[in-house]
């Protein structure tokens, strides 16, 4: 067997996710509090961070309504009904400027009074992002993650970034053998990378588009 990296990388059979980076998904406002404690602290969102998110451009409108250790998304229209909602519970809010922030200021409150006013004016779509994790997959006696909920109607639309670690006394750098405009590189250690680096691929698969990024003895791909 070969002990060369990029051979390793290029085995597609022993593409095994081993830890989760980033997720997103669409769950009904209920089921929030399966995941989190009714008292639960939430903090209603007064800023917008689309730029940062890599999500599917369906949700690329919905605004940031409350932060909880991930973010969480509202349909547009049901801003101001939340708002209003939120104080005839004798919160004093005012909605944002921004169309994908809720509020101005701060304002914290618990997922139990965040749920029954998002069931309350109706909103039946919530969309959950979470970035910058390395929750591992494959340690001893964890227990599996329960993301998502799939009868949800938005579950298709479901991502998840998951990487694969190969184990090397070298550092892996990479360079794509011909130009693609689905193809971007990123060189590394110039000049002495001579060009190469970590290289990002966008990978057609059905009616959507994925990505992959290779590099640094990693493969990631959601």
């Not at 200021?105 to 970035?131: D, K, M, P």
């Not at 006696?141 to 006394?169: E, R």
């Not at 971007?184 to 990505?211: A, N, R």
Request: aromatic share 10%; net charge negative; hydrophobic share 40%.
């Amino acid at each position: 067997m070969s002990t060369n990296p990029a051979a390793s990388m290029s085995n597609t059979s022993s593409l095994i996710p081993t830890d989760l980076d980033s997720w997103n998904i669409s769950l009904f406002p209920g089921d929030l509090l399966s995941l989190f404690s009714p008292e639960t602290p939430v903090e209603l969102v007064s800023h917008s961070s689309i730029s940062i998110l890599k999500d599917d451009p369906f949700f690329k409108d919905w605004v940031f309504a409350g932060d909880i250790r991930c973010h969480m998304r509202i349909a547009p229209c049901y801003k101001a009904p939340l708002v209003s909602a939120l104080e005839e519970l004798d919160y004093v809010l005012e909605p944002s400027t921004f169309p994908t922030a809720l509020i101005r200021g701060s304002q914290h409150i618990s997922i139990l009074t965040f749920v029954n006013a998002l069931e309350e004016v109706g909103c039946t779509h919530v969309r959950i992002n979470a970035y910058g994790w390395k929750e591992r997959l494959d340690s001893p006696g964890a227990v599996a993650l329960i993301l998502g909920n799939p009868s949800h109607p938005h579950a298709h639309l479901n991502t998840f970034d998951l990487g694969t670690h190969y184990g090397s006394t070298a550092i892996t750098l990479l360079s794509p053998r011909h130009r693609s405009p689905r193809v971007t590189s990123y060189p590394l250690l110039t000049p002495v990378g001579q060009g190469y680096g970590t290289v990002h691929m966008d990978i057609p698969f059905g009616y959507k588009v994925m990505w992959a990024g290779l590099g640094a003895d990693r493969f990631l791909t959601n």
